[in-house]
């Protein structure tokens, strides 16, 4: 059983990287008509606007793969190792979203590679939320896990408030042909250094106490996904997955698209 102090090293191991993880995944949203600009292949705005929008959207797609990957990575090779890997994925793809040359360069490279980088993004994202939530929890003391694990959530919205932060900062400080030409490319290049600090700390992290006993008994996770929905079916069959699938909805059209539609009217005009 761990003390408190070797619980809030874990929590914060868990909840820093989440942070940089949603920090990375957010500011693609809130920068979306900068990238619109430099990637994609269009004389129209607005026709590069909607192709930024789809490529952001591509990265839900790959949400539920990386859930399952990751998620069963965890269980085989432990939450730390899971977790080290999605930040260092969502690190370096978001990275390479600063350093795309513009389709001016690069041509049609420059939106491959950001499709690439965003599905990277997607994937990562999905693994790391089931994969913190469990590390944190696991790594807590059972009367005390309901309270620690509530940061994994805070640690969600602290990395999308500071991608509008920094996107406030920017807008409103650097002149709008710089901010076009290469600034909206500073926060992508930050997050690297954030990512090689939330690696690191992950790296050096303990293994949670839960997944630690497992491997010592032996406990042999669930090895078919449809094995688990078939043993949890009256789980799956209730309507809570309705429930966050319209709060996911308007979660993300009311912080980011309406957002988005917004400034990107100041820009088109």
């Not at 693609?28 to 789809?54: E, G, H, P, R, W």
Request: hydrophobic content about 50%.
């Amino acid at each position: 059983m761990k003390n408190n102090r070797e619980i809030r090293k874990s929590v914060f191991a868990g909840s820093i990287g989440n942070i940089v993880e949603w920090f990375d995944y957010s500011i693609y949203a809130y920068f979306a008509t900068f990238i619109a600009a430099n990637v994609f292949i269009t004389d129209d705005s607005l026709s590069s606007l909607l192709q930024t929008f789809a490529t952001f959207a591509v990265g839900f797609l790959m949400r539920p793969v990386g859930a399952l990957v990751i998620g069963r990575y965890g269980d085989k090779v432990g939450r730390k190792k899971a977790l080290s890997l999605t930040i260092f994925i969502m690190t370096f793809a978001t990275f390479l979203m600063g350093v795309i040359p513009s389709h001016e360069v690069i041509g049609i490279w420059a939106p491959i590679l950001l499709v690439f980088a965003r599905l990277s993004q997607g994937f990562s994202a999905g693994g790391e939320y089931g994969a913190a939530a469990s590390y944190i929890v696991e790594s807590a003391n059972k009367q005390s896990r309901g309270f620690w694990g509530s940061f994994q959530e805070v640690s969600v919205s602290i990395g999308s408030l500071s991608g509008v932060i920094l996107f406030v900062i920017l807008t409103t400080t650097m002149p709008a042909p710089m901010l076009e030409a290469w600034g909206w490319r500073i926060p992508f290049i930050l997050s690297g250094v954030l990512g090689i600090a939330g690696l690191y700390i992950r790296r050096n992290a303990s293994e949670s106490t839960q997944f630690e006993q497992a491997k010592q008994n032996e406990v042999k996770s669930i090895e078919n996904i449809f094995v688990l929905f078939r043993k949890y079916k009256k789980t799956y069959a209730n309507r809570d997955w309705l429930y966050d699938l319209l709060d996911g909805i308007i979660l993300w059209v009311t912080n980011f698209y309406s957002l988005l539609f917004n400034w990107s009217s100041r820009i088109t005009k």
